[in-house]
């Protein structure tokens, strides 16, 4: 993280802040392929007529066979170019990514030994500090608690076709970030104490680390969504009272892809917080006042 530290800066700025409208053109891929295809037996048949001494001395039967099976491949991509009746968008759906920032709030009425019943009441995630260090009397005065969001919106454009209509995913926006974070510091240290801003810096760096992690990681959980977003075919239906229930489906199929990269997330997250809090760093900020303060 240290090199992520030295390179990323403190502006939060939007990722892909230019909209692209969704035009349609008339033939999906399947008819294009289908259309070119529809030449290839004939080409074919004359390659091996010119080319291929072993088909000229093969049988009228073996030919017709060859030629039968081109056939049937032509007949059946035509089956499926009519089978869609959703036209192929010429513009890709893209994701637009925001990074959410909020300020911490620091708590200093409460004992380190409430501080888990703390983050249990206010649902926070458990996972900023050490829990094998936590439970030892006097190492750990401070702890810093965050809540990760996202909120996802999905653009979609109905467009009519013949016998019904088509819903085409135009563009997502995705709002990832920390909804709410916390500090809080032991109640025993006054927040003039030199005790008191030992532990606020200590617990400062896991507030840097969340969002520099994930101001890192932004861009792969874009490309992720980014991804999933373009493994969406158009979904035809009859009536536009089904477009909401399309626009659900659509949803959860970009949960489901995208899950792996927060987990994945997560961990790094996890491990990035945990290298702050061992017995070496506690010792370091102790060290930064006199015993007697602590």
Request: some cysteine; charged content about 20%; hydrophobic content about 40%.
């Amino acid at each position: 993280m240290t090199e992520v530290k030295s390179t990323l800066k403190n502006d939060m700025t939007d990722i892909r802040k230019n909209a692209v409208q969704i035009k349609i053109i008339p033939c999906s891929w399947r008819k294009r392929t289908a259309f070119w295809l529809s030449f290839f037996p004939v080409f074919h048949f004359f390659f091996l007529q010119s080319a291929a001494p072993s088909f000229k001395n093969s049988s009228s039967k073996t030919r017709y066979l060859t030629l039968f099976n081109f056939l049937l491949i032509f007949i059946f991509l035509s089956k499926q170019a009519q089978a869609s009746p959703c036209p192929y968008p010429e513009k890709e759906p893209f994701v637009k990514a925001i990074l959410q920032a909020v300020e911490p709030i620091y708590y200093n009425h409460l004992s380190s030994k409430d501080f888990h019943l703390f983050a249990l009441q206010n649902r926070f995630e458990l996972y900023s500090n050490n829990p094998e260090l936590y439970h030892q009397e006097g190492t750990m005065h401070g702890l810093t608690l965050s809540k990760m969001e996202e909120k996802t919106f999905l653009q979609t454009v109905l467009v009519p076709v013949k016998g019904g209509f088509c819903l085409y995913p135009v563009s997502l926006t995705l709002t990832v970030g920390f909804s709410k974070m916390a500090v809080l510091i032991d109640s025993r240290y006054a927040p003039d104490s030199c005790p008191y801003k030992a532990i606020m810096e200590h617990e400062n760096e896991h507030v840097k680390t969340n969002y520099y992690t994930l101001r890192f990681y932004l861009p792969f959980i874009r490309d992720a969504y980014q991804k999933a977003l373009l493994k969406i075919k158009p979904v035809f239906f009859a009536t536009p009272l089904q477009q909401k229930t399309a626009t659900e489906h659509m949803m959860e199929f970009l949960q489901k892809q995208t899950r792996p990269i927060f987990n994945f997330f997560n961990q790094v997250q996890r491990q990035e917080n945990q290298k702050l809090d061992t017995q070496e760093s506690y010792l370091r900020t102790q060290l930064l006042c006199p015993v007697s303060d602590w």
